[in-house]
């Protein structure tokens, strides 16, 4: 009961892995989550909760939960003051009903045992529970908490879990910015789904976005941080001009100047909208005085 799971950060892929790109997530051990019982008020139910396992319930009846998962233990412990006690932001695009999946799954589905189920077969499982809050899921949250695992999702390859290292004498960072806003992530994907209905929106995320995030995974993984510099500055700039509703309005500007000084680069983290966007920047220290009024947090050193 008191396993904890830790939020993830989707490093490259956002949106565009919905047009098939590749992607790469990595979990973020800052915050986490844990399955426990209320010790006041005992037998509260957590609404959320009981949501969850009502829309369990119905999927078991209607034959589309089609894995084992002890529902009736679930509901039955909802019932007793079952809650999620989580660090994890909630609408910041770190995960927070993935690591709540993985922990549910964890202890009421069927036992996981290495080798014994791929993980295309977790990620379609945790794809239906996760749907529940986001109308649609592709259980890529849920499946990096639950392995506590980098994952790379390779168009010509499936899923392949990895190890990656930092350099410690790098100055230059991959970096959270905190926009101090939560945001709700089906209606900013429904958006971009609804614009991918045209044509030539749909070919520029086929021919450039994807093209561009291929290449950022590629170079990150490769330690290839002038590449990785020269890719970020595409996808900073393809987005900016082609996901402006995703982009909180408060941080249009910062963005912008970004693009401009070239002292740091910005992208969406997540669907957008609020949360938490991601950076890079080739001097971490000289940007954390530069911007010093904001809440900047590293990631990884390049």
Known sequence: MNRSFASKVLLFGEYSVIQNSNALATPYPLFEGKLAFEKQNKGQRDPELSALARFLKKSEEGGDLKFDFDVSSFSFDVGQGLFFDSTIPQGYGVGSSGALVAALYDRYGQKYVENDLDISTLKARFALM??????????????????NRSILKKRDEGLLTIQFDENPDATGALFLL??????????????????????????????????????????????????????????????????????????????????????????????????FLMGMTRDFKGLTKELDSLEIRPLFKI
């Open 178 to 275: 905190n926009t101090g806003r939560s945001r709700k992530t089906e209606p900013l994907v429904n958006l971009f789904l609804e614009k991918c209905k045209s044509e030539e929106f749909s070919y520029l995320c086929e021919k450039e976005l994807t093209p561009i995030t291929n290449h950022c995974i590629d170079s990150f993984l490769n330690h290839d941080s002038i590449s990785l510099w020269e890719h970020f500055l595409l996808l900073s700039r393809f987005q900016f001009e082609h996901f402006r509703p995703m982009i909180p309005k408060l941080y249009i500007d910062l963005w912008e100047q970004g693009l401009e000084s070239k002292d740091y680069l910005l992208k969406l983290c997540g669907a957008g909208g609020g949360g």
């Open 130 to 147: 996760e749907s529940h809050f986001h109308g649609s899921s592709s259980g890529f949250d849920p499946l990096v908490s639950f392995l």
